[in-house]
């Protein structure tokens, strides 16, 4: 009886370990990896498989797939990545190689798996301060038009959006409260020394008289390159480690920008701004709008789209800081020869060179 029972536990154990292999088998799928010009790619036909998306009707000129909450939109030589209709752009444009559309594995891990994923991403830890820089000020005016001072913009919108974050109970630093002058290390020197923080940088543009929109940027990661760079060095930094929550607070802020204030979408873009450069939080640099425009800029110096722009950016960060949970897409570059990037139950193995 007793050899029986054993026999029938084994069975069950048996049993047991050959459905896991099965339930580890069907959860993995293995990702294609193209090098073209050393830049690892992956199809983005693999990426949709992973998301369970399908082919969708979706920004016109572009392929979209996706499902009930989300539509990806892409175009082969395009940088132009859009989700739901919101504008992002990538770090390298979309490539086309035996009719199969390749995106970066970067863009992968570091854009598309947070905005797609944001309640995977864990980078930043508890939040419970906010620091807010209200861009230029003193002798610094910033962009200055008929219409308005850029310093003074920024601190409207700065001081509209801390009231709105104490009121809902949430700690506070202001980089500057007052028409003062504040160096970029300085700035970030707050920031950085301010624990369990987040921090947002807000600006207005400037540029031709027919510019305009909404724009919000992050921190270039490591090994990519910015138009928006300050100095051929600083496209060596290995940014701030927060890249996952950049994007994610990013787009947060930035959809509903665009959303509740009908402006332009300028996108979603990366760049070595020095107050992005060394800072160690999740940090993101928001334009507002441009002051140099004739229309734009007379709406902007109006206390009624100050407040406007300030609801958007505190529900922004309030949405990311509720979103914020755990196992963010680990990835790591391949080797040739060998090497997978693991990225949550899914591996990207080979390594193809494009000719």
């Known amino acids: 009886m007793r050899n029986m029972l054993q026999n029938i536990v084994l069975m069950l154990v048996l049993m047991l370990g050959a459905c896991m292999v099965v339930a580890a088998q069907a959860d993995e799928t293995e990702w294609q990896v193209w090098k073209v010009d050393g830049v690892e790619y992956v199809e983005v036909e693999d990426a949709c498989k992973f998301y369970k998306y399908l082919p969708k009707k979706g920004r016109p000129g572009f392929l979209s797939y ?64 906010i620091v807010i820089d209200a861009g230029h000020g003193g002798h610094d005016a910033g962009a200055v038009s008929s219409w308005a001072k850029e310093k003074d913009c920024n601190l409207a919108v700065a001081r509209k959006l801390r009231d709105k974050l104490k009121k809902a109970g949430y700690k506070v630093v202001m980089t500057r409260d007052a028409d003062v002058f504040l160096t970029l290390e300085q700035r970030v020197a707050i920031a950085n020394k301010t624990p369990n923080s987040l921090f947002v940088s807000i600006h207005h543009n400037s540029g031709r008289r027919a510019a305009k929109g909404i724009e919000t940027f992050t921190l270039a990661p490591h090994g990519t390159t910015s138009p928006f760079a300050r100095t051929r060095r600083r496209e060596s930094l290995a940014g701030n480690n927060q890249d996952s929550a950049n994007i994610a607070l990013a787009t947060a802020i930035h959809s509903r920008a665009i959303k509740y204030t009908g402006a332009v979408d300028r996108g979603i873009q990366r760049a070595r701004f020095s107050v992005l450069c060394t800072i160690t939080r999740p940090a993101v640099l928001f334009e507002g709008g441009f002051v140099s425009n004739p229309v734009e800029g007379k709406l902007i110096s109006t206390d009624a789209y100050r407040e406007k722009l300030a609801e958007c950016l505190f529900q922004g960060i309030v949405a990311y800081i509720n979103t914020i949970q755990a196992k963010p897409l680990k990835v790591r570059n391949p080797r040739t020869g060998g090497g997978t990037i693991h990225g949550g139950g899914n591996r990207y193995r080979g390594s193809t060179r494009l000719k």
């Open 66 to 129: 996706g499902n009930n909450k989300y539509i990806i939109s892409v175009k082969a030589g395009k940088q132009d990545f859009y989700v739901n209709n919101y504008r992002y752009i990538l770090s390298y444009p979309i490539k086309e190689h035996n009719g199969k559309l390749l995106i970066s594995a970067v863009d992968m891990k570091k854009l598309v798996d947070p905005v797609l994923r944001p309640t995977y991403n864990k980078q930043a830890g508890v939040i419970t301060t």
